[in-house]
């Protein structure tokens, strides 16, 4: 009998899902919590497992006596130990082209909330005496605007399918398709970053994390003063205490910010008392509507690598399907 765990809560649907794999035959080990404990203690028996955002380490792929396949309920897997899962020879799949458009969406309501003092606003209506910040005329029209859209994949050209209707003149850096060829549209090329940094009114990231941030000290010295950042793709990207420097100084005049260093952020964390950052817990792409998808997906490609019909493509270091 395969036996399948999952390891997080999932959308109503997925659930739906589970009980139908179990009337099929399936043995569903399904665990609501989130975190590596709770999966490691159920993994030994495990064919295929589907995992949310909790870690997963060497450590716990070692128990794994049974574990071909990883399936991640999202598209990110910066969280597992893929060099222990290649050791072993367990396949780790992501979902597909699921959750776009919920980050797009997220990156535009960080841009305009940052840049109409969302935050104020609100506490300018809340708290008694606070009405007359209208008079400050902090906020700030996006339409005309110079957009820089870092990492030009499938959600950085959904920002600029919804920035393009604000009116936004809109550019993109991207060194990956700069060699591979660069998609038809009108949105054009930045060859040196330094130089889009200092042409860009608004910034936002939709880049993969490498080894060192890509925006530090001299790059936000090479931005133009009042700039808004948008952050909705991986903490360590961004040099959290130069963003917190800039904010604090003016040079950056806000930021939406969905991921950071850690997560959650320790107390006291660089932006906790920061009035210019629109913060969020890493939600991006968890809207209703995706987290229906990625159930489905996550699921899917499990059960796919186990009887063969996954997409290849899914399966991130290529190990090939058992049947």
Avoid at 164 to 178: E, W
Wanted: aromatic letters at 4%; charged letters at 20%.
């Amino acid at each position: 009998m395969v036996r399948l765990l999952v390891a997080g809560k999932l959308h109503p649907s997925g659930e739906a899902r589970l009980r139908e794999l179990e009337a099929g035959g399936v043995e569903v080990d399904y665990v609501e919590e989130v975190s590596e404990p709770s999966c490691a203690a159920r993994i030994a028996e495990a064919d295929a497992l589907v995992i949310r955002t909790q870690p997963l380490s060497a450590a716990t792929i070692a128990k794994a006596e049974r574990l071909k396949v990883v399936s991640r309920h999202g598209v990110g897997y910066d969280s597992v130990d893929l060099d222990a899962l290649n050791a072993r020879g367990i396949a780790l799949a992501v979902c597909g082209d699921v959750n776009s458009v919920s980050v797009a969406e997220h990156a535009m309501m960080q841009i305009l909330a940052a840049a109409k003092r969302t935050l104020k606003g609100d506490a300018a209506v809340r708290h008694p005496g606070e009405w007359g910040w209208r008079n400050k005329l902090e906020p700030r029209e996006i339409s005309g605007r110079n957009l820089l859209i870092l990492g030009y994949g499938r959600i950085g050209r959904h920002v600029a399918r919804m920035a393009g209707g604000f009116g936004m003149a809109i550019r993109a850096y991207d060194p990956y398709l700069a060699r591979t060829g660069w998609p038809e549209g009108p949105v054009e090329p930045v060859t040196d970053l330094q130089e889009g940094l200092g042409w860009a009114d608004f910034l936002t990231i939709h880049i993969p994390r490498g080894d060192a941030p890509l925006l530090g000290a001299a790059e936000f010295a090479a931005m133009k003063p009042g700039i808004v950042i948008s952050n909705t793709a991986r903490g360590g990207i961004v040099c959290e205490d130069a963003l917190a420097t800039a904010l604090a100084s003016g040079h950056v005049s806000a930021a939406g910010l969905d991921v950071f260093d850690d997560e959650p952020p320790v107390a006291g964390g660089p932006f906790a008392s920061c009035d210019t950052a629109v913060l969020s817990p890493h939600v991006a792409g968890l809207t209703y509507e995706c987290s229906e998808r990625m159930a489905l997906s996550a699921i899917g490609n499990a059960m796919g690598f186990l009887d063969g019909t996954i997409d290849p493509a899914l399966v991130v270091n290529r190990i090939r399907a058992s049947a």
